[in-house]
């Protein structure tokens, strides 16, 4: 499944409110590129492919979320993390 499918649904914020992220599948860092998502309240932007400090980790909203990843998903996720 690609992550545009994977984040359709709705999911709880950071900022306590339960949204629809804003897809954004091309946006620079310092180190390449990144598939985001971004909410539409607080327009947090979370990185959806790697760990980046140029944005929030999707991890971050894994304690209200049952995030749409597998263990090896997310063992890679911090693994390849930026910067490299
Ligand atoms: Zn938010
Ligand atoms: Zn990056």
Redesign the pocket.
């Known amino acids: 499944m690609d992550f545009n499918q994977r984040f359709q649904n709705r999911l709880h914020c950071i900022c306590d409110e339960s949204v629809f992220f804003e897809i954004i599948e091309d946006i620079e860092?310092d180190?390449?590129n990144?598939f985001v998502i971004q909410c539409p309240k607080c327009e947090e932007l979370f990185s959806v492919d790697c760990e980046?400090p140029?944005f929030g980790n999707i991890f971050n909203l894994s304690k209200n979320n049952d995030l749409p990843y597998s263990e090896k998903e997310k063992i890679d996720y911090f693994k390849n993390s930026?910067p490299k």
């Open positions: 860092c180190w390449g990144h980046c140029a930026h």
